[in-house]
């Protein structure tokens, strides 16, 4: 159960790093 935990709360840093990521590679293409 801690690993599920642990997971999901690791999968919503990676949403958060490609959406930051996302937004500075549409700033550098405009």
Known sequence: RHMGKL???SFSAVLKVL?????KHQNYGK
């Open 7 to 9: 997971r999901s709360l």
């Open 19 to 23: 959406y930051d990521f996302s937004k």
